[in-house]
């Protein structure tokens, strides 16, 4: 049954986030595969959490999916209640919270957390058993080696999400080239002051050939 | 050992101009033997949602049994018709909670809510919305042929007869698939059922 599970089941992917000086930049594929098939090829990565909070995934897409389902319906809840957005800080630690909590028979997922709050912008990267880690620019998934070729070299302190956007998207579309679990477009999300806003394909176009 | 009643299949859903089509052949195989020869795949759950599944046939109809009563049930608390958006979210609900000894199917949810949609869902119960897909032992074959002739708002006799050239072409090459064609069609005025061959 489990290999019937792991042939029939949506994974692979590239995300990358930058952590600039005026907000976070979120970037994503858009490839779904099961095995060699390519499930989908307009998959949404990049997740909206709140106004203020984006996430991204890789790995298995229906444990990702409901990590997202826990993530938005806790900083909502939050946000009724006491009136002002949940940290992000907080929303990552609770993610690696309740990845821990299923330590045992874990959610096959990778995410990123990164957005906006009091505090400014961050970025964290959760694992699939729970390690927290908070980022400057990192990258997940089946295409990370290569997009942390590029990042690698291409990344400084300093860079605000105008000059990020286009390393983020220049490193998934490295991962595209040279990671067959990689393809098929790229998203990018902004998480700035101004809250969460998707580039458009126009906007990506300007940016980089796709 | 459920590998013994894990039997292939293909089916296809397709978005049109107004609506959607779900096909799917009818033939069940065990092994080398040939079982049945008239097996819906394709289920109607509400009056303007449907769904079309691959994998474990028990586990399919025990979906698609419950999410008409899901739905029912839904229907009668909001007093309004369940878009499909809802739909594959009560399905994906449904096999999520059965993470850890899952249902072994895939399916497709198509229907119309002003727009026409299709979402597809694996036996872990992800949700991705889509224009056209399919799923199951056929699902490449069929492919082949969606990929390369789908456009968007065809009509629906284009949509239909398109669904029937992938699930054929995957028949043709895919020992687990055969004997026949479901279409179940879908639009504002509800849904209708014929068999294709």
């Known amino acids: ?210 | 050992m459920a590998y013994m009643y894990m039997p292939g299949a293909t089916a296809v859903g397709i978005t049109y101009d107004g609506g959607v089509v779900m096909a799917s052949e009818r033939r069940i195989a065990y092994g080398n033997f040939v079982v049945s020869k008239t097996t819906k795949k394709t289920f109607k759950i509400t009056d303007f949602v449907g769904a079309c599944c691959a994998g474990m046939v028990a586990d399919m109809q025990v979906l698609a049994m419950q999410m008409k009563a899901m739905t029912k049930i839904r229907k009668m608390e909001l007093k309004r018709e369940i878009p499909p958006n809802s739909v594959a979210k009560m399905m994906s609900t449904m096999m999520y909670e059965r993470r850890y000894y899952p249902l072994m199917t895939q399916v497709i949810v198509g229907g119309v809510d002003g727009d026409a949609v299709i979402y597809t869902l694996d036996p872990l119960g992800s949700v991705l919305p889509d224009d056209y897909a399919s799923v199951g032992t056929g699902a490449e074959m069929a492919l082949g042929v969606l990929d390369q002739e789908f456009k968007p708002k065809m009509s629906e006799k284009d949509a239909v007869n398109l669904a029937v050239k992938s699930i054929k072409s995957a028949i043709m090459r895919d020992n687990a698939s055969g004997d026949g064609i479901d279409v179940l069609v879908v639009d504002k005025n509800g849904t209708r059922e014929f068999t294709a061959n």
């Open chain 1, 1 to 210: 049954m489990s290999d019937y599970i792991e042939q029939h089941t949506y994974h692979g992917t590239t995300t990358v986030g930058i952590s600039c000086t005026d907000g976070v930049v979120l970037c994503a594929d858009m490839r779904a595969s099961a095995g060699y098939f390519i499930a989908n090829n307009n998959t949404m990565k990049i997740q909206k959490i709140d106004n203020h909070a984006g996430m991204t995934i890789a790995g298995g897409v229906a444990d990702a999916q409901n990590v997202t389902d826990m993530l938005r319906y806790h900083s909502n809840i939050h946000r009724i209640d006491k009136q002002e957005y949940l940290p992000i800080k907080s929303i990552a630690r609770l993610a690696s919270l309740i990845f821990f909590q299923n330590r045992y028979y874990p959610f096959i997922a990778d995410i990123l957390v990164g957005g906006y709050d009091k505090q400014g912008p961050s970025l964290y990267n959760i694992d699939m058993f729970g390690s927290l880690d908070k980022k400057t620019y990192v990258t997940t998934g089946s295409g990370s080696p290569v997009a942390y070729g590029l990042l690698e070299s291409e990344y400084r302190d300093g860079l605000t999400v105008e000059e990020g956007k286009i390393i983020a998207l220049r490193a998934v579309k490295a991962a595209i080239t040279r990671n067959i679990g990689t393809g098929d477009g790229i998203n990018v999300a902004i998480i700035d002051k101004q809250g969460y806003r998707l580039l458009t394909k126009e906007q990506k176009k300007a940016i980089i050939t796709l």
